[in-house]
């Protein structure tokens, strides 16, 4: 065993003592199995996790009504759509009030190419995930936000290819075994 596993599993088993004291195995194995195959049928599920179908469809509407799905959706394919052009944008903005925090985070909630926004501490204060069909239209993009209020400067990086993309949470890391 290297230095490496042995730091893995390390790492590993940090994160299983961290699961939440209100997730049972099967909580867990309900949430991997929905996050898998957002589809999937109850009865399916239920077989899949070991229970009987009642309980388990009772099992997702708390997981659901707790807050732990957040809802469905299909996951789609920006380039076969058209949006050939992903870029991050790093924002400086010159006011870290909140009351200018809240009127930038109305900004980009406004603008159909911001995929996401987080924002961030150190230098940076927002990243933003865009999507464009083309570089004209994400530069036109860039100089509506430049021009947007208490913007000090927009840093931007052209994605090349993406080198993997998990839209999961790494529940294989918290579930027994």
């Known amino acids: 065993m290297t230095v490496a596993d042995i730091t893995r599993k390390q790492f590993q088993l940090r994160i299983r003592i961290r699961v939440s004291k209100n997730l049972d195995e099967i909580d867990l194995k309900i949430l991997s199995e929905i996050q898998a195959d957002g589809r999937i049928t109850n009865v399916e599920l239920a077989k899949r996790v070991g229970i009987s179908p009642p309980p388990c469809l009772r099992r997702v509407r708390t997981l659901e009504e707790a807050g732990y799905i957040q809802g469905y959706r299909g996951l789609l394919d920006p380039r076969r759509l058209g949006f050939d052009v992903t870029v991050f944008a790093s924002v400086h903005l010159s006011s870290q009030a909140d009351a200018d925090l809240r009127a930038f985070e109305d900004f980009v909630r406004a603008e159909p190419l911001v995929r996401e926004c987080w924002m961030l501490s150190g230098e940076v204060d927002f990243i933003l995930k865009c999507v464009a069909p083309d570089m004209a239209t994400f530069q036109d993009f860039v100089t509506h936000l430049t021009a947007a209020p208490h913007v000090r400067n927009v840093r ?9 993309y998990e839209a999961a949470v790494p529940l294989e890391l918290k579930l027994p075994g």
């Open 156 to 164: 931007t990086s052209l994605v090349l290819h993406n080198s993997k």
